[in-house]
């Protein structure tokens, strides 16, 4: 067994529904444009596009129901989305054994500092900045497949303050959660503890310091975040 020259990072972990045990993370994918009327909203159009991908950190995931409004933005937008988290992995996986590979389904808020974001889109820079940043994935718990199943269809909602801002349905995803992952895998090794955010209905808007977020896809429950 090696030594390490530094303390050895902690492993990121999500809590499991039901149980005391933690869902390891290795790697977050996160799609771009999946739910045509988001697409649009960005000024895209949805049916000339292939899925593309980016990535976050994992120990940008964080339970602990407070999202702390980042540095260096006037323009954070919510983004709500199903998590999906993979119990192994592969390379060239067919869609059709896709879903052999997921543990279970969660809730997610991939957080986007907007206004740098768009910066960045338009020097033809990597996202990161506006992606990547400290505490930018709020999740709740990953409810395993054998409790929940493989959820396909039902109603996505997020309220902020109790007023609807952003509501669709999983079954509006352009790319759908069997395809995203044989996709990846034909560009990247998936593996056990990756983590791929599905992509997010329309609505996506500001939020402000003292905002309470109110996440739920149908299924799979509900989440309050709280902007900090
Ligand atoms: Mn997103």
Redesign the pocket.
């Known amino acids: 067994m090696s030594d390490y020259v530094i303390e050895i990072p902690s492993v990121v972990g999500i809590p499991v529904a039901g149980t005391k045990a933690l869902f390891p993370v290795r790697r977050i994918y996160?799609?771009?444009r999946n739910y045509a009327a988001h697409s649009v909203e960005m000024g895209h159009d949805p049916d000339r596009e292939l899925p593309f991908f980016f990535q976050k950190n994992p120990n940008n995931l964080d339970s602990s129901g407070e999202f702390p409004y980042p540095p260096h933005s006037n323009d954070v937008h919510h983004?709500t989305?199903m998590l999906v988290a993979l119990k192994s992995g592969g390379t060239n996986v067919p869609v059709g054994s896709a879903l052999e590979l997921v543990y279970g389904y969660g809730l997610s808020l991939?957080m986007?500092r907007r206004d740098l974001q768009g910066e960045q889109k338009k020097m033809g820079r990597p996202w990161e900045i506006g992606k990547a940043f400290e505490r930018s994935a709020p999740c709740g718990p990953v409810h395993p497949v054998s409790a929940v199943g493989h959820p396909n269809q039902g109603r996505v909602e997020l309220r902020v303050n109790d007023e609807i801002r952003q509501e669709g349905d999983l079954n509006q995803m352009i790319w759908k959660v069997p395809e995203m992952i044989s996709y990846l895998s034909n560009y990247f090794a998936l593996a056990a503890g990756d983590v791929i955010?599905s992509?997010?209905p329309a609505g996506v808007a500001a939020v402000a310091k003292g905002d309470v977020m109110a996440m739920s896809i149908e299924g799979l429950g509900r989440m309050e975040v709280k902007v900090v």
């Open positions: 996160c799609i771009g983004e989305e991939d986007t955010l992509g997010t």
